[in-house]
């Protein structure tokens, strides 16, 4: 990333008097498009909680002011994205907590691996697209970085002046395995012909069709018949039951007793002669296949017997007809193959040629059920697809963009491996409006960690507890530019300071470490947020935050590091979140997910966040706003009577899940700021309390 110092203009009105408090640059980068940072040397960094507050501590640490919300985004919403299962999902789709594939140097290869999306974006940018010599071409923003075989590439940039950078020229050539093969090849749909070759893979590669007659003691004849298919992975068992169903055939399912499987498997039967002979006809033999037929029969004999490893697939059977026909329909949709020498037992492998191209040709053409044999993660990067670029060109317009946030620090962008703009989870932040300037005019205090050492070393310190996240969230997004919370964190943890952090994202992964090595000398306390557990309500009212799947897996990730993370379920949105069966499950998914305990917070609109959240309420959900103006009134607080009702519905749903044994329900308004008011494990302090309902502040939607 490039930060350019740029001089502050005596007439800029952002934050003024910033001058005087030790501003030693302003800088704007293309990578956070209509942000400014001004980094300043600080002269202090623990601040003092006021003397009036009730909150159970008296010292906080801001890194930052503001929040560096807005960002430059970098990829058209219909670029695909490789996903962990090797399908293909539009950028645009994606939330986070997906699975996809990024790479991670390995000796002297690198190497796909699966990662998680930490978060999604959107803005709107200059367009541009990249052609490459395959056919494949992508739209980006012109601050897009490309892996080229001479390292990271923006698309655009000059050779000299302000715009020098490394970017995309003729001579370049990407690294991945491209989709140009697959730019004017229609993917396969389950039309009836694909259905019948489906069924003919899969039942002819693993099922079992039985016919016996036997001989009663008393001479009488009697006929056996039975139809079988067990498999350990649903998604093909679904598939096929589902089939057969549209074609007639009902079957049962029953747990399969394979004793010898290290997997449990379950199995679909019927043992009607009627339906053996239906399905005899189904997989019969045809003489022309249709080519549809074809990419079924691929998929289902792929399901059945075929697997993938380090991004080589193969197909396994005995019989020549099943081989005949496998190699014919890997011929039809203009896929090379190879018939390996048979192994001692008969069976031979048909292999696929041309590496991780021909795979994704095989998965967009042919569409196998099971995902988890699609999986390239652990392949080299190694492919002969022509990734050289042929042009850069300038779409003259914007446009709406996308990127995503992983953890390797890149993903597969239309088949080529692509950089993320910036490390940068989103974090909201408590009881702070949302004012233009605190989104785009952010403080960074670049000092505060010698600062913060010069402080603790004082004789007066008396390593009094220490809160992170209290006012504007320590992991904010441009934490990952100036990575100043582990200096923080050894900081205090070096002094014998006990600390607290609170936050919403999942930056916080990256310094679990640092973290755990802290909880080794002082009492730490880990606090996460998750405000409403449907993901279609959540990403409606938090858009492009991390998803409630993400946020459980950052709760799984802090407790496997040794830690105890308490959880705010906040804010409890009336009429929308707070029936017994959305809290109920969120209170089950935090139990299973390892949270140490629980608050349960109300909903409060304080200053302009109000005007905002009525604002998305007329938008979604426009029946409840006379609701919320007559229960809210021009107060910030739900109402007692409100609360009280709350605490009673929550109460039993904590001792259900194992939250019980907490600080009670605090009714008074003078106890809002109550140590009870944070669950078990978010506060150093906290060592038995599990659960509370008061209602204090929580986590501010806009």
Partial sequence: MRWDAQKLEVEDPALPGLALRGLVRTVRTPDFAGITFHEVQARSAL??????????????????????????????????VTMADGRQRAIGALVAGDLVLGTKAEGRYRRYVETPVLDVWSTRKRAYRVTLADGTWIVASGDHRFRTTRGWKHVT?????????????????LIGF????????????????????????????????LRRTYVRRTGALNNVTAFRLAFADPEALDRTQRMLEEVGLPTHRKPFPGAAHRRAMTAIHTARAAHLDQIERVIAWPERPELEWQRGFLAG???????????????????????????????????????????????????????????????HLVDPAITRKLAVAGAAIKSA???????????????????ITTGTGDFIANGVVSHNCFARPTHEYL????????????????????????ELARPSWAREHVALGTNTDPYQRAEGRYRLMPGIVEALASNGTPLSVLTKGTLLKRDLPVLAAAAEQVRVGIGVSLAVGDEELQQALEPGTPTPRARLDLIRAVREAGLGCGVMVA????????????????????????????TVL????????????LGWLRDHHPALVGRYEALYGPRAYAPAEYVRWLGDRVRPLLVRHGFAGGAGHRRGRDERWGEGAFPSGSLPSLATAEAAIPGIAQPTLF
């Avoid at 003092?48 to 919403?77: D, E």
């Avoid at 140009?180 to 070759?197: C, E, H, I």
């Avoid at 702070?432 to 010698?450: M, R």
């Avoid at 979140?577 to 629980?598: F, K, S």
């Fill in 602 to 613: 109300p909903l409060h609109l304080r200053g302009s966040v109000k005007p905002l959240f």
């Fill in 571 to 598: 804010p409890v949105l009336p009429w929308l979140t707070d029936t017994v069966e959305h809290l109920d499950d969120v209170l089950g998914r935090l139990a299973e997910a390892g949270a140490t305990g629980v």
């Fill in 431 to 454: 009881d702070l409006d949302a004012g233009h300037d605190f989104e785009s005019q952010i403080v960074v205090k670049t000092n505060v960690v010698e600062v913060l050492r010069t």
């Fill in 178 to 209: 491209g989709l140009g093969s697959l730019s004017n090849v229609p993917v396969a749909r389950q039309t009836a012909s694909y259905r019948q070759g489906y069924l003919t893979g899969m039942i002819r590669g693993d099922g079992m069709i």
């Fill in 301 to 363: 004999i792929f399901d059945a017997e075929g697997g993938s490893s380090g991004g080589v697939v193969r197909i396994s059977n005995g019989d020549a007809a099943m081989l005949d026909h496998t190699m014919a329909a890997f011929g039809a949709i203009d896929l090379r193959t190879v018939l390996e020498p048979p192994a001692p037992n008969g069976v031979r492998n048909v292999r696929l040629l041309g590496g991780l191209p021909a795979v994704r040709r095989f998965v």
């Fill in 385 to 403: 697809a022509p990734l050289h670029v042929v042009s850069v060109e300038d779409l003259g317009v914007d446009t709406e963009m996308r990127d």
């Fill in 157 to 173: 940039g000059t050779g000299s002046g302000a715009g020098r950078r490394p970017h995309l020229t003729h001579n370049d050539k």
């Fill in 47 to 80: 601040n003092k909680v006021p003397a009036a507050s009730q909150m159970p501590f008296r010292w906080t640490i801001n890194p930052m002011r503001g929040c560096s919300h807005a960002c430059a985004y970098c990829l058209h919403p219909d670029t695909l």
